[in-house]
């Protein structure tokens, strides 16, 4: 399995912005599709974007379509988030996710998951 910490979460206001960061180890990620689940409290974990192993596809969440971006960068085994134009409703954890196959990622499809990474939108 590979191992991945997210980190770049925290309190912003509403109409901010965030950029999370995904760093594995222990595997190249070159090999996975990359995701990004959020859980807000009471509520079930939703996907919010996912890439294919090269970048080139990539799908998200109805709702942050055009103020999120998902990226990687598989020479640095990282994967990022950059919000923009944050809502409350944005308020969530947010875990990253490998993928077991190479294009999309499903909650019910993911080898490994990070530990989560705090997002906080302030009205």
């Known amino acids: 399995q590979v191992e991945l910490v997210e980190s770049g979460g925290g309190l912003v206001q509403a109409g901010g912005s965030l950029r999370l960061s995904c760093a594995a180890s222990?595997?190249?990620?070159?090999?996975?599709?990359m995701g990004w689940f959020r859980q807000a409290p009471g509520k079930e974990r939703e996907f919010v974007a996912d890439i294919s192993t090269s970048g080139s596809t990539s799908r998200y969440l109805d709702s942050v379509k055009d103020r999120f971006a998902i990226s990687r960068d598989n020479a640095k085994n990282t994967v990022y988030l950059q919000m923009s134009s944050l809502e409350p409703e944005d308020t969530a954890v947010y875990y990253c996710a490998a993928g077991t196959g190479v294009v999309v990622v499903s909650i019910t499809s993911v080898d490994s998951w990070g530990q989560g990474t705090q997002v906080t939108v302030s009205p």
């Open positions: 222990g595997r190249t990620i070159s090999r996975y599709a």
